[in-house]
Nanobody, 127 residues
Framework: QGQLVESGGGSVQAGGSLRLSCAGS?????????MGWFRQAPGKPREGVAAINTGSRSTYYADSVKGRFTISQDSAENTLFLQMDGLKPQDTGMYYC???????????????????WGQGTQVTVSS
C-alpha cells in the first residue's frame, strides 16, 4: 500500500489557475496504476475529476472539467499533477488524489475502487 500527499490548493478568483501536486511513495515502478483526482464539496458526494493510467498514460476527465483541467505525471519523481485553468466557483471543494492497481474492472471515477488516498487539499474559487 502506498502513501499519497497532496499540495498546491488555495484560494483564487474565478478565471484563475492552480496546480495541484500529489507525491506518491511505496509504489512499484514495474506496475501500472490508475491515479486519479477527486473532489468533494460540502454536502455532496466525492466525484471523479480526472485520472491517468501510469503505464499507457491514457487520461480521463469529467465532462465538467474537460478543456480546463490537465492531469499529468512525473514518473521519475512519482508525482501526479492537476493543472486547473479557468477555475469556476463550482470547482470549489477538497481535492484528493487516489491510486489503485491497473486492471481493476471498474470505471475510473468510482471512489470506492481506489485503495490509497491522500489527506486532501482545499481549493476555493470566489466569484
Amino acid at each position: 500500500q502506498g502513501q499519497l500527499v497532496e499540495s498546491g490548493g488555495g484560494s483564487v478568483q474565478a478565471g484563475g489557475s492552480l496546480r495541484l501536486s500529489c507525491a506518491g511513495s511505496g509504489y512499484s515502478r514495474s506496475r501500472s496504476y490508475i491515479m486519479g483526482w477527486f473532489r468533494q464539496a460540502p454536502g455532496k458526494p466525492r466525484e471523479g475529476v480526472a485520472a491517468i493510467n501510469t503505464g499507457s498514460r491514457s487520461t480521463y476527465y469529467a465532462d465538467s472539467v474537460k478543456g480546463r483541467f490537465t492531469i499529468s505525471q512525473d514518473s521519475a519523481e512519482n508525482t501526479l499533477f492537476l493543472q486547473m485553468d479557468g477555475l469556476k466557483p463550482q470547482d470549489t471543494g477538497m481535492y484528493y488524489c487516489a491510486a489503485r492497481p491497473e486492471g481493476r474492472f471498474a470505471m475510473w471515477y468510482t471512489p470506492s475502487t481506489y485503495n490509497d488516498w491522500g489527506q486532501g487539499t482545499q481549493v476555493t474559487v470566489s466569484s
